[in-house]
């Protein structure tokens, strides 16, 4: 019984690791140019560069934006180290 419940356990904990995906990306607005650097949440099944792009191309279209490039994916580990550079974009799409 001991065992069953430290396997579950376990499993919890992995899925709960993979739960949590971000990306960093660029973006753009024109007329006039402006550029952005923002991190953003991102579901689990999209947790790589070109599922990231997928995900974020609308939200950022949505509010004007093109997205240019989707730098890297990560999980909450690299949250820290970006929020400086994100500015106001830190986690806002």
């Known amino acids: ?7 579950c356990a376990f499993i919890g904990m992995a899925s709960t690791a993979q739960a949590e995906c971000y990306a960093d990306y660029k973006a753009k607005r024109d007329d006039p140019l402006q550029l952005q650097y923002g991190v953003a949440r991102i579901s689990d ?21 093109t997205l240019l ?11 820290a180290q970006r929020k400086a550079s994100a500015g106001p974009f830190y986690l806002r799409y």
Request: aromatic share 6%; charged share 20%.
């Open 1 to 7: 019984m001991k065992q069953l419940i430290l396997i």
């Open 45 to 65: 099944k999209a947790c790589s560069k070109q599922g990231a792009a997928r995900e974020l191309a609308p939200r950022l279209k949505s509010a004007g934006w």
């Open 69 to 79: 490039t989707v730098v890297s994916t990560f999980g909450p580990e690299g949250l």
